[in-house]
């Protein structure tokens, strides 16, 4: 079975940083477009970040663009998402998700392509307060 762990969530101060990861088994990452995704409580889930596989493009949402990096490690099968100053408006459970099939692109149309996403992590809480 394809199983996407999150991790590196937490607690963190206006301004600060975290490192999230995106872990899989059943699924080699490099081979898909990787997105993650944000939700807050009462709102739509909304794109973040999303990087194609090699040669390809990142994307960011306007919100996040000049602070967030996202990244690949292939030898352990890993995605990041470097978030540096970060602002109170950033506090989301943040997904990962992959599309199940090759070549389907985690950005379309202007926008995140959510539908295109088969497999999505459990989630990792970040909250920036101070």
């Known amino acids: 079975q394809v199983r996407i762990v999150e991790s590196g969530g937490g607690l963190v101060q206006p301004g600060g940083s975290l490192r999230l990861s995106c872990a899989a088994s059943?699924?080699?990452?490099?081979?898909?477009?990787i997105a993650w995704f944000r939700q807050t409580p009462g709102k739509e889930r909304e794109g973040v970040s999303c990087?194609?596989?090699?040669?390809?493009?990142?994307y960011y949402a306007d919100s996040v663009k000049g602070r967030f990096t996202i990244s690949r490690d292939d030898a352990t099968n890993t995605v990041y998402l470097q978030m540096d100053s970060l602002k109170p408006e950033d506090t989301a459970v943040y997904y990962c998700?992959?599309?199940?099939?090759?070549?389907?692109?985690?950005?379309?149309?202007?926008?995140?392509?959510?539908?295109?996403?088969?497999?999505w992590g459990k989630g990792t809480l970040v909250t920036v307060s101070s």
């Open positions: 998700a992959s599309p199940g099939t090759l070549g389907r692109l985690c950005h379309y149309g202007g926008s995140f392509n959510l539908r295109a996403m088969d497999y």
């Open positions: 059943g699924l080699i990452l490099s081979y898909f477009n």
């Open positions: 990087i194609s596989t090699s040669g390809g493009p990142t």
